[in-house]
């Protein structure tokens, strides 16, 4: 449960704490995601997507 007062994703379940980052205050939010994965079009590819937030999140 995010509980930053100013941040986005306050008081919503959020996925941290990474360890292999060095910002530490970085959150991703599991359920846009889903919403994210299940709003494209067939053929859905999950791996793909999770590779897309893996390389967003090497870059920061």
Known sequence: MNDIATSQNFARYV???????NHSGISIDPFE???EFVNTPTPRNLTSLLNEVDDELSQL
């Not at 996925?15 to 980052?21: A, D, I, P, Y």
């Open 33 to 35: 995601l889903a919403a």
């Open 15 to 21: 996925v941290g704490e990474f360890v292999h980052l």
